[in-house]
């Protein structure tokens, strides 16, 4: 060793301020060299970026799992929306037959990640990734959407991350038992009904926290006490002609909770020809889909918190002389593809690119907090100026979703510099109309309406079970409330109406209504009895 050599491990490492520009190179403080990686140089970086998002920026996150897969372990967690354990079903070999066709061709790419909400995260990582990519996405899902997975509100109300692996892996021992059991074929087309009605099986207020730990201990206990309660429900049917029938339909809805909004729950609870079994099919089904609603309610939020924790953590390790120069052009050649919004006349066009949207919301409120206008002061007088950005990020991460993310926190200064406008289409006018741009006028109704598309409650279609006859044919009745005119697809509607007679065991009726109580269309689909258990 020279002396020069042991005077520099003597030094301590400079570190640099944020924004400070990046010392000059020094292959003893760098991470990695080249595009090749290792298990250790893996754990360098991660313990690198820990060190960064829990002691600089403040993150709270889950303790990390990181696995390293291959692009058919890619495509294969694609296809069961991934999760690491799952039932079979077929519909998962077919999107990955698909996935992997397209990928074959050149026709479409794979993420370079898939990250779990789960504790421990877990985090995928692809094995043909370089060690400069491999960062990136520990920064991005090990500690971006780990963060946001233990700390936002919709999270913590509805998944349970201590819970879902082991329920996950009693829900998939508990189908292969049925499969055994009752037959692949009558298990399958009950799980089929079952995915049909995903959407429509979520409650969307809360109810209790879920507790995913608890399910499959309560699962003997639940079917113990199955055929009293169907007892106390289907006694008021009447078993002889001339008995007097329930004319209190009040009493009647009460009897059975409607109107119900969670179709999946309601058949679970009160279709009278299931079989224990089907119901806690049913059962398990609604939690997956419930698992994953807050997801669909925090996109742009969630990528957008993930984005901005790896720009942030990659750039200080630039900074602090951990990456090169390369590697950092690197990272900022994926960084800004992956943030690149078209313009609305762009061919490539297709939307707004929620991760340019929530990344771009990320500095604003950075810039705002540290560097405010006077327009931001009167916009945002509760974090304009407070010199403390990740404060302000931290809190709306935790307490909004992206409706309300976007009516609170999108600036004039954001509408100007991404040119946002709301178009007005009218299927009754001959043109589009431009109601509002962003200038003075125009400012909040853009946020509204741009807010409105994340809207699930207005997006999704409002179906509730209405009512059933009990005294006659015992035909369940839905009822869809009907926004701005749009009914449901005809051809559509009839084959998930099918799947809840199949379900139910009897004729279902599906009444659209619109805003003042008018009936615009009723579809009726009968029962086949033979999808049902025995």
Not at 111 to 129: D, G, H, Q
Not at 292 to 298: A, C
Not at 414 to 422: A, D, G, S, V
Not at 454 to 472: C, E, T
């Amino acid at each position: 060793m020279t002396p020069a050599t042991a005077d520099r491990l003597k030094k301590p490492a400079h570190k640099a301020e944020p924004g400070e520009k990046a010392p000059p190179p020094d292959d003893s403080r760098l991470l990695y060299t080249g595009a090749d990686w290792d298990y250790d140089t893996i754990k360098r970086c991660h313990d690198a970026i820990q060190d960064i998002a829990l002691n600089e920026l403040g993150l709270d996150v889950y303790p990390n799992q990181i696995e390293v897969i291959t692009s058919e372990q890619m495509l294969d967690a694609y296809a069961s929306i991934g999760m690491p354990l799952l039932y079979r079903h077929w519909s998962f070999g077919k999107h990955f037959a698909r996935d992997e066709a397209m990928y074959r061709r050149g026709m479409r790419g794979l993420a370079y990640e898939i990250v779990i909400n789960s504790s421990p995260c877990i985090s995928y990582i692809m094995e043909e990734n370089s060690i400069t990519m491999q960062a990136l996405v520990i920064a991005h899902a090990a500690f971006g959407h780990n963060h946001f997975f233990k700390n936002n509100y919709l999270f913590q109300q509805w998944t349970d991350a201590e819970g879902i692996l082991g329920y996950l892996d009693f829900a998939k021992s508990y189908i292969a038992r049925c499969e055994e059991r009752y037959g692949q074929q009558l298990v399958e087309r009950t799980l089929d009904a079952a995915h049909a009605l995903m959407n429509q099986g979520i409650h969307r207020y809360p109810r209790r926290r879920l507790d995913l730990q608890s399910e499959a201990r309560r699962e003997q206990e639940r079917h113990e006490m199955q055929r009293q309660l169907y007892n106390d429900l289907w006694r008021t049917v009447p078993a002889k002609k001339g008995q007097k029938a329930p004319s209190d339909e009040e009493r009647r809805r009460a009897l059975l909770d409607l109107p119900e909004e969670n179709i999946l729950y309601f058949l679970e609870k009160k279709a009278p020809r299931l079989a224990n079994w089907q119901r806690e099919v049913l059962r398990i089904v609604r939690h997956v889909a419930q698992y994953f609603s807050p997801q669909r309610q925090t996109k742009v939020m969630n990528e957008g918190c993930a984005t901005y924790t790896h720009y942030r953590i990659m750039t200080r390790l630039h900074e602090t002389g951990r990456i090169s120069d390369g590697a950092y052009l690197e990272f900022l050649h994926s960084h800004t593809a992956v943030v690149f919004q078209p313009a609305f006349d762009d061919p490539r066009y297709s939307g707004i690119n929620p991760y340019a949207l929530g990344f771009a919301m990320m500095q604003d409120i950075e810039r705002i907090a540290t560097n405010p206008t006077e327009e931001d002061r009167a916009w945002f007088p509760g974090y304009a100026g407070s010199g403390d950005a990740m404060a302000a990020l931290r809190d709306a991460w935790a307490n909004y979703r992206d409706e309300s993310f976007i009516l609170q926190y999108l600036s004039p200064h954001l509408m100007r510099k991404m040119r946002l406008f709301h178009l007005h289409d009218d299927s009754d006018e001959s043109v589009y109309r431009v109601n509002a741009i962003h200038d003075e006028r125009g400012y909040r109704r853009v946020r509204q309406q741009l807010a409105a598309q994340y809207d699930f409650s207005s997006l999704d279609p409002d179906i509730q079970i209405a009512d059933v006859d009990l005294a006659g044919d015992r035909r369940l009745i839905l009822e869809h409330r009907v926004q701005n005119g749009v009914l449901l697809a005809e051809e559509d509607a009839k084959s998930v109406l099918q799947h809840v007679a199949n379900l139910w065991g009897y004729d279902v009726m599906l009444v659209e209504n619109d805003n003042d109580g008018k009936t615009l269309r009723k579809l009726t689909v009968p029962a086949r009895t033979v999808l049902l258990a025995e």
